[in-house]
């Protein structure tokens, strides 16, 4: 399913344009945000198959932007990614709906795996 759409949401901007170009190279069609308020309006906007939210970020948290997301549409599937992960943040994003939870720094395999199962569902 590579023309699905997907957002990504991290206010680095090297880790934001590494995956920007990972996913587009791998033939996605990819939009980005620096903070979960642009995320949110863009989300508001356009429909997407997958949104990469990471924790930290400026203004609303990813977990905060995650649940304003589900809200409005509860379909969207999202993958939090963090650079500090915890169990209980795991255990958070989870019951918020994530479909998937990781570890900063990430391979672009790993990521693409994880999308490519994400989508799958």
């Not at 905060?64 to 990614?81: D, F, V, W």
């Amino acid at each position: 399913m590579t023309n699905a759409r997907i957002l990504i949401v991290d206010d680095e901007p090297i880790v934001r344009e590494a995956i920007h170009d990972w996913l587009v190279d791998a033939g996605y069609g990819v939009t980005t945000a620096r903070t979960g308020e642009e995320a949110l309006e863009i989300v508001a906007r356009q429909d997407f198959d997958l949104v990469i939210l990471d924790v930290r970020l400026p203004g609303k948290t990813g977990i905060r932007s995650l649940q304003e997301m589900k809200e409005t549409k509860p379909g969207i599937k999202a993958i939090i990614i963090t650079a500090y992960a915890s169990p209980e943040l795991r255990t958070e994003a989870m019951k918020l709906g994530a479909i998937d939870y990781l570890s900063k720094p990430i391979a672009p395999d790993q990521l693409e795996g994880r999308i490519r199962a994400a989508l799958s569902e």
